[in-house]
Nanobody, 122 residues
Framework: VLLQASGGGLVQVGDSLRLSCTASGDIFSTNDAGWLRQSPGKEREFVADITWSGDMTEYADFVEGRFTIFRDVAKNTVYLQMNKLEPEDTAIYYC????????????????WGQGTLVTVSS
């Protein structure tokens, strides 16, 4: 497994979760890293990404300042801190790597992690 995601779970509205994505090898040193999500009946959509250099991030409009993507180079891990979760955030979250920055879409992902389920209960 090249990208190992974890951290999903069942939370209440307004709660926080931190997702982790650990890479095997040096994937994150040569690829942007990001998170996408897929809700039932919907297409997979971009959530956030961070450049391979770690100096730039971007977010989907629906994040509205609630999520933060960051990384720990020493641990080869990228995180998605999610605050103020809403029922609409319920989805399977996938970590990904590729040339994501400024072109965030499913089509530019070269590496996928397995999904981790986030359920936000009202």
């Amino acid at each position: 497994v090249l990208l190992q995601a974890s951290g999903g779970g069942l939370v209440q509205v307004g709660d926080s979760l931190r997702l982790s994505c650990t890479a095997s090898g040096d994937i994150f040193s040569t690829n942007d890293a990001g998170w996408l999500r897929q809700s039932p009946g919907k297409e997979r959509e971009f959530v956030a990404d961070i450049t391979w250099s770690g100096d730039m991030t971007e977010y989907a409009d629906f994040v509205e300042g609630r999520f933060t993507i960051f990384r720990d180079v020493a641990k080869n891990t990228v995180y998605l801190q999610m605050n103020k979760l809403e029922p609409e955030d319920t989805a399977i979250y996938y970590c990904a790597a590729g040339l994501l920055y400024l072109r965030p879409s499913v089509s530019v992902v070269d590496y996928w992690g397995q999904g981790t389920l986030v359920t936000v209960s009202s």
